[in-house]
């Protein structure tokens, strides 16, 4: 059996199979539907496997290859990252698309230190009108924009 030389392309490729076989486990009682007629399954399905085969080539990759080994991972980028993609989404709903937007941004920007308020502030602003342009205007989607009033 072949040693990993490449440990950082081979835990990079096994973790896009691990998503994508976890997204096929999860999609697997969607209707696939044809080519012509796609269900709801048709696209999840497709990126899934493609996911899937794409992590393959990684691990060959890392297996063939040799390369640098991972760095220690940062918790601190991981954990707000992930909490900003969580208060996003708890959020939308009862603190509308801007503020929530806002938060996003906000705990993005505190996982890399060196970001400036000013450079937060021009990218929430920016990602909000952004967001309510394709989302709301564009695609006619009914979430609210601001926090609804209290009543």
């Known amino acids: 059996m072949s040693s990993v030389r490449a440990p950082a392309d081979f835990m990079a490729g096994l973790m896009f199979v691990a998503v994508g076989t976890a997204a096929l486990v999860v999609g697997r009682g969607y209707r696939m539907g ?11 399905r497709i990126i899934s496997v493609l996911l899937v ?3 393959l080539l990684v691990m060959i990759n890392g297996l063939r290859t040799q390369g640098a080994t991972p760095d220690r991972p940062l918790l601190r980028p991981l954990v707000l990252v992930l ?3 969580a208060a996003f989404g708890l959020g939308i709903e009862s ?12 705990l993005s920007c505190a996982a890399q230190p060196g970001r400036s308020w000013l450079e937060a502030g021009l990218l ?7 967001g309510w342009a394709v989302f709301v205007k564009g695609l006619g989607l009914t979430f609210p924009v601001w926090p609804q009033a209290a009543g």
Do not use: R
């Open 34 to 44: 044809s080519l012509l007629s796609m269900g709801p399954g048709y696209f999840p």
């Open 53 to 55: 085969g794409f992590g």
């Open 83 to 85: 909490a900003a993609v």
């Open 95 to 106: 603190l509308g698309l801007v503020l929530s937007t806002a938060l996003l941004v906000a």
């Open 124 to 130: 929430a602003a920016g990602l909000s009108l952004l």
